[in-house]
């Protein structure tokens, strides 16, 4: 039975000092998503005399918050910027709805960053409300951070959040980043297998998820973009990400996109861990001006 303790109150999980700094995990129970919930917190050293700005990061299908944490090499990286990290799991957890567990693509650990409309989802597959107003507030109210300065970035399905989160909330975030993002999911069998289960058959109902589509009409504050795409990455060759359908969109609206096409590099935590200081950097260069 899922009982709400106070709204603020969290678990701490463990906690592991790591470049000056500590990383933690916490547990606390989750208004929107109906169920407990982890997420990982690196408190760089600069946290404990002042505050810091915040970096979410949403990580890809089939992860928790431990994949960003162990395989990413993001610490000292952010020990140096005074970042905080924060790393959200995936989807909601153990709330043994029918079919939550079939595929690795879909229910558990495959939110997808959106706010299902569709039973047997809607009551806890909100994600999106989740990372962009929940955790925010759950973060600010527990942690030394300025709520004023925000970014984000994220990995392949976690890249697509960043995108929409961005997109969908012009100003919220100072910056925005993505190492192989599901660019277009409207028009990618990943995409189009999760919004139907969690948004229905009406397409339009899709396209408030979609970056690509987002970006056409985006109209806030400049946003500048960094995409990182291993040039030998399966998905990318199978068709699920499309970097070039939002890249073009990017051109038409002015939106500053610096897609690099990195050759080589794969789908993996290899390839990010190869590029994670050059994210972290374009974070603190907005964060901390």
């Not at 760089?44 to 299908?61: D, H, I, N, Q, R």
């Not at 495959?110 to 929940?134: C, H, I, L």
Request: glycine content about 8%; aromatic content about 12%.
């Amino acid at each position: 039975v899922f009982s709400l303790s106070s709204p603020m109150a969290l678990t701490q999980v463990s906690s592991n000092k790591c470049a000056g700094g500590f990383q933690k995990v916490f547990e606390h129970d989750s208004s929107e998503l109906k169920c407990k919930m982890k997420f990982a917190v690196y408190l760089p050293p600069k946290a404990e005399t002042e505050k810091c700005p915040v970096l979410y990061w949403l990580s890809g299908l089939t992860c928790t918050e431990q994949n960003f944490i162990t395989k990413a090499g993001s610490q000292l990286s952010a020990a140096e910027h005074g970042l905080i990290i924060v790393a959200p799991d995936t989807s909601p957890r153990g709330c043994n709805i029918e079919g939550e567990d079939e595929s690795w693509d879909f229910g558990t650990g495959a939110g997808f960053y959106v706010d299902a409309t569709q039973d047997p989802w809607k009551t806890n597959y909100r994600m999106y409300s989740y990372v962009t107003q929940e955790l925010p507030k759950l973060i600010n109210a527990n942690f030394p951070t300025d709520p004023e300065r925000m970014s984000v970035s994220g990995h392949s399905m976690g890249g697509h959040g960043a995108l929409i989160c961005a997109l969908k909330n012009p100003g919220k975030y100072k910056s925005v980043s993505a190492f192989a993002p599901i660019c277009n999911p409207v028009q990618c069998p990943w995409g189009q297998k999760a919004f139907s289960g969690y948004l229905g058959p009406d397409r339009s109902s899709w396209e408030a998820y979609d970056a690509t589509v987002l970006a056409a009409s985006y109209s806030g504050p400049q946003l500048d973009i960094l995409i990182d795409q291993g040039r030998d990455d399966q998905f990318l060759s199978a068709s699920q990400l499309l970097p070039d359908n939002l890249i073009a969109v990017c051109s038409e609206k002015k939106i500053p996109v610096v897609f690099r096409l990195q050759p080589g590099y794969d789908h993996s935590y290899y390839f990010m861990y190869s590029f994670m200081n050059d994210h972290i950097k374009h974070h603190a260069k907005y964060l901390n001006a």
